[in-house]
């Protein structure tokens, strides 16, 4: 190791230390509310650290990997840096109230919420399979530990659930990697390139082997689980239903953005070749036509808000995969990363969205104590800013101009056209109609039913703080899409180099 | 002994594990299928290091020392998973002992509240 | 098949034992109904893997599988049986288990397909005697014990190394496996670490009783 | 040169207003401040002035587009976005902005008191931004941007009075009509991207279309996704039902969206894309729903009681006529029937609304003899309903006889399907238009909202939702201004399309001859905007150049006018004096003589005698019920369905974490034997 390798590395170390800070400033600071600020204030380390790699980065030709190949530190991992930050600070902010009423758990929620976006930073930078796996049981440990937070009925079975059948995935995550590197003789993501390029293929099977057929399959199912993908999404509206609200939201936005990121580097890295990718293409195809439709359709009929955002995010996924799949080997003229460019801004625009809907749930049932629909009829009397904002998301979850749901949608479908998957932009758009349907229940409780508790709902001041700013990204990015949108293609021109 | 065969014993390990996993209603014996699945994967990879190292050995005459920590990987790989796996029972014995706290059970099949 | 690299019958035979030791208690495991007992078998079954790895070359494995799972994670279970009273006697039976042993066997007919339809680089082309001791055998002789750190490039493989020479430092493949640990794989060897932290405070934020639980159902 | 931040400036004042209201206003003025009115009205006028002169512009220097600006420019993906100004689009600014702002002063008055007066004012603001900005698009997907924020602003101001479940209900059922239409739309666009992203820009695709570089198969199948949004706004045949529900909404609002915004984008959509609509092969299919819907919703017109949803009726119908006409080619007479409808039926809707300030009710068997206490609004009325009808002089008579008389020119067989509609629509038109005069304001005076609640409580019927305030008197100032101006509209409009003489300044056809300008000025201009030296030959067919419009047509006319005057008397003889052809209407007469007198008898009339044996209403409630029980019940059957397919699913989701983990084994299984079978 050496300090080169040290440097690459600083923002998973700072973002360690932060965490570990932040158990024993437990033990000092009585103030809960001091505490959660203290963190959120703290990721600013692991941000400007961030940063100063992003611009060490600009400029330099080839990716900056360290410690033997296995953590490179490229704009695209650093993308997804700024945003896993960004959305664990607002997370953070927006559960103040929550933490404060945890009675002598606030550390440790904390401290756990750290540690899985620490293990989702390694996530993002690792290019070697062994650390990836490690990584995502980071993530997926403390994750599972904060479902089960609330210590209730629903709350436990929800962290039960997600940490059995996050297991399944990860064994047959860990089945899939193994058969790679069998196959390949190594782990490491470029090396794997490498050989199957030397190793005979035999173009009768997908993927020119069964070996890295059933790898792939088997790596994807692994991750599909966390981007909550059909047949792997199964947790998914169990989970968020029992799950503490500031939990859900934080597994909805940074949980998945983590996943795809790494879906995306190992596609394009290991398996980018133009024969594979035609193969990985078609699968992501039917893969988000399954979500999409699976989605949209079980959501239809849900009474429980938060179970309704689980089946909405399933449904989300599968207009994200459009851009996965949207991979340049089937199409003569478009651009190889506008599919992955895509997806880099949807999943940005829809942490926005997400976290401000989730957001003004959390303001809310605060306040309430109920996550069902019927518990936001009322809300444009009762509180008016918070029935605007939570609108200005779900509209963007629709996906109506001129908010960054909208922008998104436009993004990905035509980067899928653009690769000859005009099909496919077509089902989104289908389901983007049938979509309507069940956000259109949240509006209208929100501005067309009558409250039976006529009071005023006044939120705690982070919880509108972070709610307004998500507000302003649904708006802003919307509105200004190239502001991602470049900064997505600037941190993808290394990864198909 | 050949590759195929030990890999054979694996995948029936994991097929007994996702058995277990599927129909065993104490949490507890789940917890236990669970620990067989990552047993099997293991199998897989130390049967790797052991017959299959990297392409580079099969065409090249000499073999360096790159080569066989490339072999080794798969050892390795083994005991990370081993300690991650036993991290991970020892959550999952946590929330086990919760939810028996919160509904005196451990049985997967009661743990069913949420649904549709 | 290189003659060298054979596997001798007597290690073969082993192999057969242990694994049909193995798959036997694994399904013990999962079909016997006191949970007890299968913990029990539970532990038969990772002596049976770790026997299964000494038998591939695996010392290291093999000991830390005795270690880790036999003597941690199975004294785990066992324990939380006992103390989880009903559990060991009142266990309910296995449900939808032809439900159950179809899928598992369609998966399990997923994996024969792969196996043995892939052409797997075998090192049957083998032929530096160097190479197959330090594969096959259990020494291998290498630089990396000897402390002299080599930097390598990105794709970590083809570095600029030397061969395998016999003047090295003798070391067996647990000299190696722990110099990869904390070398190549120092990254995940780290996290790992932090999982088992992670996975602490969860588990006690999780145990621990609390002054005063929030409401219970309060949203949040 | 009318200049780019100008043409901006239109869309932001209102957009300004809207922000203002939103925020500044409501958290310091309170929900009730008039302030927010006079905002609203400020920059709707503020608007209006530069519309007349980018119109004035658009008049002396022809067509100007304005530079395209790059909105996303990555690899991959270039969306631009910029103003065209063009005579299609000058006109329409002028009507949208001028109808709103009519419209905006007489809301000081009519939602007077409204507990949400600044949340109406807003989305007012907003509503009108959005067409606007929607009327002067560039860009494809900029339109369509605007597209989708009329219909959420439409779906906000339906639903105002959310206390109402129906209000919700429409609002819902407004929203997601139209976005069904929205969805063909959104194909199409898809479908320009795939053929090439370039055509996005709408002067490219012009250009495109000019120089022929669309095959007519791929323009049909874009007009077709086109026309269907098309259908979903304008609310044609088969999505229409959304528009008589929509009345839920305040008067004020319904006589916007059903004269300058929301329905007409629908229409514009169609005259804004016309030259691929001509170079494709669904013109006839334009027409034969435009045709269709002009009859069909004319005749349900006939039976409804509501002021309002006979008035929605015919907005249904009248945008059939338009529909019907951008079908046959006529291009011209389309945007003159929208022009002039705008200003008739925006007074009639006013109107309306005057009454039932005064009432208290929409329903009209509760109203009658407000003639005598109303005399502006009467008198407004009377002349809007005259030009709905068709009567000469008036405008609507001339825009609606260009229509016929190309239809007639046409001599094809959907010319005459169109003319026989046209006639048909016509004379059930005037009818209902004269019923509704009838009754609302000749006879006696049935007692208002009063009278309504109580009958409603004897027949244990939810009480309706009324103002409050039942004294007959004139509605105030501000309210009767907008309906004079409005009237006068109705009256001289119609001199501008004009076919028999010069008058004054303004020339024979001065209309057309100005709407066809465009083609040229537009096709000559290349993507980067700049106008190039020599203006290129029209691509449009020659049946919609100023030379070419159809000359006035006597014996047309004389067969339309004849007809809308039959509607007239048949409604007067039927509810004034009671005298119908004693023949066929044998004991009706009696009947009705009775039910006039006996104010209460008005249900029994129409439940049971007229209904049962009337001609017409037999007709009218055969598709009435056709329309509620086959297109709404498609429509609902349709939801139903996704939902129990859902619920179906939802089967699998049964909270057993095995049966969780078995999904995802078998999904795994099935995926990789599924790439076994299929191969790569």
Same mark, same amino acid.
């Given at each position: ?34 505490l ?22 600009i ?12 953590l490179? =530190? ?18 953070? $902010? ?30 993002? /930078?690792a290019?070697?399979?062994i ?26 079975e ?13 064994a ?12 390949t ?8 390139l ?12 997908p ?44 597994? /909805? ?9 790494v ?18 293409s ?13 989605g ?19 449904a989300?996924?599968? %207009? ?12 003569? +003229? ?26 003004a ?37 629709? #996906? ?25 932009a ?52 919307g ?19 | 002994?050949?590759?195929? +065969? ?17 129909s ?58 081993? /300690? ?31 649904? @549709? | 098949?290189n ?46 893997v ?37 559990v &060991? ?22 994996? =024969? ?45 083809? =570095?600029?190394? &030397? ?58 | ?17 809207f ?28 608007s ?35 103003i ?54 560039? +860009? ?12 959420i602003s ?29 969805f ?47 259908? #979903? ?17 305040? $008067? ?18 169609? =005259? ?44 249904? &119908?009248?945008?059939? %006529? ?30 309306a609304? /005057? ?43 001339? &825009? ?16 005459w399907?169109?003319l ?9 038109t ?7 005069? %009838? ?12 009278v ?28 009767v ?16 399309? +004009? ?64 007809m ?7 409604? %007067? ?54 329309d ?14 996704t939902?129990?397919?859902? @619920? ?17 084994a ?15």
């Open positions: 190791m050496t300090v080169q390798d040290l440097w690459l590395l600083s923002p998973e170390i700072a973002m360690t230390g932060v965490a570990i800070a932040i158990v024993f400033a437990d033990f000092f600071i009585d103030n809960k509310r001091t959660s600020y203290m963190a959120a204030l703290l990721l600013i380390v692991p941000l400007l650290l961030s940063l100063n790699l992003w611009f060490d980065v400029g330099d030709t080839e990716a900056t990997s360290g410690l033997f190949g296995s490179v =530190a490229d704009r695209f991992a650093l993308f997804f840096h700024f945003l896993l930050l960004g959305i664990t600070a607002a997370v953070i $902010t927006a559960s103040v109230q929550y933490v404060e009423r945890l009675k002598g758990l606030e550390g440790e929620f904390l401290a756990l919420v750290l540690f899985s976006v620490t293990g989702m930073l390694l996530l993002v /930078s290019r070697e399979l650390s990836i796996y490690v990584a995502l049981e980071l993530t997926a440990l403390p994750a599972a530990a904060l479902a089960a937070f609330r210590r209730d009925g629903l709350s436990i929800a962290g039960l659930k997600f940490i059995i059948l996050s297991a399944v995935a990860s047959v995550l860990l089945y899939g990697i193994v058969f790679i590197y069998g196959y003789g190594t782990t490491n993501l470029e090396a794997i490498t050989r199957l390029g030397d190793l005979p293929s035999d173009p009768g099977t993927f020119g082997s069964y070996a890295v057929l059933f790898a792939v399959v088997m790596i994807v199912a692994g991750f599909a689980f966390k981007m909550a993908v059909v047949p792997w999404q199964m947790w998914v509206p169990d989970v968020y239903q029992g799950a503490p609200t500031p939990v859900a939201a934080f597994l /909805s936005t940074a949980s998945k953005a983590s996943a795809f990121a879906v995306i580097r190992i596609m394009y890295t290991a398996f980018g070749s133009d024969s594979l990718s035609q193969d990985w078609g699968l992501f195809a039917a893969l988000a036509v399954a979500s999409m439709l699976f949209n359709l079980l959501a239809l009929g849900q009474s429980d808000i938060k179970r309704l955002l689980g089946y909405s995010t399933i989300q996924a599968g %207009y994200m995969l459009i851009g996965v799949a949207a991979v340049a080997a089937n199409t003569s +003229n478009g651009d190889p990363l506008a599919g992955p460019q895509g997806t880099m801004y949807y999943l940005a625009g829809y942490a926005f969205t997400n976290l401000a809907v989730f957001f749930i959390i303001a809310i049932s605060n306040r309430t104590g109920s996550n069902e629909i019927s518990s936001l009829n009322g809300l444009s009397k009762r509180s008016p800013l918070l029935a605007m904002l939570l609108t200005v998301g779900v509209i963007s979850l629709i #996906g109506i101009p001129p908010t960054v749901g909208f922008m998104s949608k436009a993004v990905v479908f035509s980067a899928a056209v653009n690769s000859g998957l005009l099909w496919l077509v089902v989104g758009v289908v389901n983007t109609v049938v979509a309507a349907f069940y956000y259109l229940r949240i509006i209208r409780a929100v501005y067309f039913e009558e409250a039976e508790d006529e009071s005023r709902i006044t939120a705690d001041a982070p919880v509108i703080l972070a709610t307004s700013v998500a507000v302003a990204g649904v708006a802003l990015f509105a200004v899409p190239w502001l991602i949108l470049r900064l997505a293609e600037k941190s993808l021109d290394l990864l198909a180099a | 002994m050949t590759l195929e +065969n030990v890999l054979l014993v694996s995948g029936i390990i994991f097929a007994i594990g996702l058995y277990g996993v599927l065993r209603r104490s949490t507890i014996a789940l917890l236990m299928s669970l620990e067989l699945l990552f047993n099997a994967v293991v199998i897989a990879a130390v049967a790797f290091s052991r017959f299959t190292p990297s392409a580079g050995l099969a065409d090249a005459g000499a073999v360096t020392a790159n080569e066989v920590r490339a072999a080794l990987t798969g050892h390795v790989f083994a005991v990370l998973v081993i /300690s991650v796996a036993a991290a991970e029972s020892a959550l999952a014995l946590a929330l086990i002992f919760a939810l028996y706290r919160a509904k005196e059970t451990v049985e997967i099949t009661d743990v069913s509240e949420m649904k @549709r | 098949m003659e060298a690299f054979e596997v001798p019958t007597v290690v073969s035979f082993a192999f057969w034992v242990a694994s049909a030791i193995t798959i036997a208690a694994a399904i013990m495991v999962v079909t016997v109904r006191d949970v007890f007992k299968a913990a029990v078998f539970l532990a038969g079954s990772f002596i049976g770790s026997a299964i790895f000494f038998l591939l070359n695996a010392e290291f494995v093999g000991v830390v599988q005795i270690l880790v799972y036999v003597g941690a994670v199975s004294i785990l279970i066992a324990f939380s049986v006992m103390m989880i009273s009903d &060991s006697h009142g266990s309910q039976p296995s449900r939808a288990r032809y439900a159950s042993v179809t899928v598992s066997a369609l998966v399990l007919a997923a994996i =024969a397909v792969t196996v043995y339809n892939t052409e797997w680089t075998l090192n049957s082309g083998l032929t530096d005697p160097d190479a197959i001791a330090g594969l096959s055998g259990t020494f291998i002789e290498d630089e990396i014990a000897s402390g002299e750190g080599r930097v390598r490039d990105a794709s970590g493989i083809q =570095a600029s190394d &030397s061969q395998v020479v016999q003047t090295g430092v003798l070391g067996d493949s647990t000299g190696t496996v722990g110099a990869l640990l904390v070398r190549e794989f120092v990254l995940p060897f780290e996290t790992v670490g932090l999982v088992i932290v992670a996975a602490l405070i969860g588990g006690l934020a999780l145990m621990r009783p609390r002054e005063g639980e929030p409401d219970p159902r309060g949203g949040g | 040169m009318f200049s780019e931040p100008l043409a901006w400036l239109i869309i932001a004042l209102p957009v300004a207003a922000v203002l209201n939103g925020t500044a206003v409501r958290a310091f003025l309170g929900p009730q401040s008039l302030v927010a009115g006079w905002i609203t009205i400020a920059a709707v006028a503020g209006f002035v530069l519309s007349i002169f980018a119109l004035e512009s658009v008049a002396s220097d022809g067509a100007t587009i304005h530079q395209q600006h790059d909105w996303i420019d990555v690899v991959g993906l270039h969306l631009t976005f910029g065209l100004l063009d005579q299609l689009t000058a006109i329409m600014f002028v009507v949208v902005s001028g109808v709103s702002l009519l419209v905006q002063i007489y809301s000081q008055q009519y939602m007077h008191g409204d507990r949400s007066y600044t949340r109406y004012y807003s989305f007012m603001a907003l509503f009108t931004a959005a067409m606007l900005g929607l009327v002067s698009s560039r +860009n494809v997907i900029q339109l369509f941007v605007y597209w989708e924020l009329v219909g439409s779906y906000l101001l339906i639903g105002f009075w959310m206390e109402r479940p129906s209000a919700a209900a429409a609002a819902k059922k407004a929203f997601l009509m139209t976005r069904f239409g929205d063909g739309f959104l194909l199409a666009i898809l479908y320009i991207f795939s053929v090439n992203p370039e055509y996005l820009d709408i002067p490219a695709l012009y250009e495109a279309v000019g120089a022929g570089a669309i095959a007519a198969s791929v323009a049909t199948w874009i007009a077709l996704g086109l026309f269907m949004g098309a259908i #979903g706004k304008s609310a044609q045949f088969p999505l229409h039902s959304w528009l008589p529900d929509a009345m839920e909404g305040p $008067t004020s609002v319904s006589a916007l969206i059903h004269s300058a915004t929301m329905v007409t984008a629908g229409v514009f959509l169609v =005259a804004r894309f016309f030259p691929l609509f001509e170079a494709s092969n669904v013109m006839d299919l334009v027409a034969l729903i435009g045709a269709f819907t002009a009859v069909f919703a004319a005749s349900m017109g006939l039976v409804a009681n509501d002021i309002k949803r006979v008035l929605a009726y015919s907005t249904i &119908s009248q945008l059939g %006529y338009m529909v019907m006409a951008l079908g046959i080619g006529a291009y011209a007479p389309a945007l003159f029937h929208l022009f002039t409808h705008a200003f008739f039926k925006a007074g009639l809707f006013l109107g609304g /005057s009454v039932h300030h005064a009432s208290g009710t929409f329903n009209m068997r509760f109203m009658g003899g407000l003639r005598k206490d109303m005399k502006w609004t009467y008198w407004t009325m009377v002349i809007g309903s005259l030009s709905l009808a068709g009567l000469f002089p008036l405008s609507g008579f001339w &825009s609606k006889d260009e229509i016929l008389a190309t239809a007639f020119e046409r001599e094809s067989g959907v010319g399907v169109v026989i509609a046209g006639l048909v629509a016509a004379f059930m005037a009818f209902y238009m004269f019923r509704a005069i %009838y009754m609302t304001f000749h006879g006696e005076y049935r007692g208002g909202a009063e309504e609640a109580e009958m409603a409580r004897n027949a244990n019927l939810p009480e309706p939702v009324g103002l409050g305030h039942t004294h007959r008197h004139e509605s105030p100032w501000m309210m201004a907008p309906l004079i101006v409005l009237a006068t509209l109705a009256v001289v409009a119609g001199f501008l399309v +004009n076919p028999l003489f010069d008058v004054g300044p303004i020339n024979k056809h001065a209309f057309a001859t100005f709407v066809t300008e465009r083609n040229e000025s537009v096709f000559s201009v290349d993507q980067h905007g700049d106008v190039p030296a020599g203006a290129e030959e029209s691509h449009l067919p020659d049946a919609v150049h100023a030379g070419a419009e159809p000359e006035f047509n006597i014996p047309v006319a004389a067969v339309s006018s004849v809308a005057a039959g509607g007239i008397l048949l409604a %007067y003889a039927m509810y004034i004096t009671g005298a119908v052809s004693p023949v066929a209407m044998g004991r009706r007469l009696s009947a009705i003589y009775s039910v006039l007198l006996g104010k209460y008898y008005f249900d029994e009339l129409y439940e049971d005698r007229i209904v049962v044996r009337g001609f017409y209403n037999r007709l009218a409630r055969s598709l009435a019920w056709f509620t029980a086959w297109i709404d019940n498609v429509n609902v059957q349709l939801a139903k369905l939902a129990n397919v859902g @619920r179906g699913l939802a089967n699998v989701q049964n909270g057993q974490a095995q049966a969780y983990a078995a999904v995802m078998i999904g795994f299984v099935v995926v990789l034997f599924a790439f076994l079978v299929w191969g790569s």
